[in-house]
Nanobody, 121 residues
C-alpha cells in the first residue's frame, strides 16, 4: 500500500497564494509521475499539473504562469505553489502518484484524500 497525505489548503483572497504539499509513504520502490488534480462542485476532476521523476512538467492552460509544481524525490513529496489565485481556482485538490511498490515491484496508482482550496473575498 502507498498512502498520500496532502496539506496546505485553506481560504485565501483573490490574488493571494497557497502552497500545497503531498507526501507519499509505504512500501515504495520508485515513483514515476506525481501530480495535482482538482474538482470543483458539479464539475469533473481535471489535471492541474504533473511532474515526472526527472522533473519534466505539464500544466493545464488555466494555471500556466501562476502555478508551479515541484518535487523532492528523496522525501517522496510533491508541492504545488499557487500564486495569483482566482475564484475559479476554488476546488478540492487531489494529489496522485504512480510507480512501483513492494517486494514484487508491482505497479501502483494512489490518490490523496483531497484538500479544499477556496478563493473568495
Amino acid at each position: 500500500q502507498v498512502q498520500l497525505v496532502e496539506s496546505g489548503g485553506g481560504l485565501v483572497q483573490p490574488g493571494g497564494s497557497l502552497r500545497l504539499s503531498c507526501a507519499a509513504s509505504g512500501s515504495i520502490f520508485s515513483i514515476n509521475d506525481m501530480g495535482w488534480y482538482r474538482q470543483a462542485p458539479g464539475k469533473q476532476r481535471e489535471l492541474v499539473a504533473k511532474i515526472s521523476s526527472g522533473g519534466s512538467t505539464n500544466y493545464a492552460d488555466s494555471v500556466k504562469g501562476r502555478f508551479t509544481i515541484s518535487r523532492d524525490n528523496p522525501k517522496n513529496t510533491v508541492y504545488l505553489q499557487m500564486n495569483s489565485l482566482k475564484p475559479d481556482d476554488t476546488a478540492v485538490y487531489y494529489c496522485s502518484a504512480e510507480g512501483r511498490r513492494g517486494t514484487w515491484n508491482l505497479p501502483f496508482t494512489s490518490w490523496g484524500q483531497g484538500t479544499q482550496v477556496t478563493v473568495s473575498s
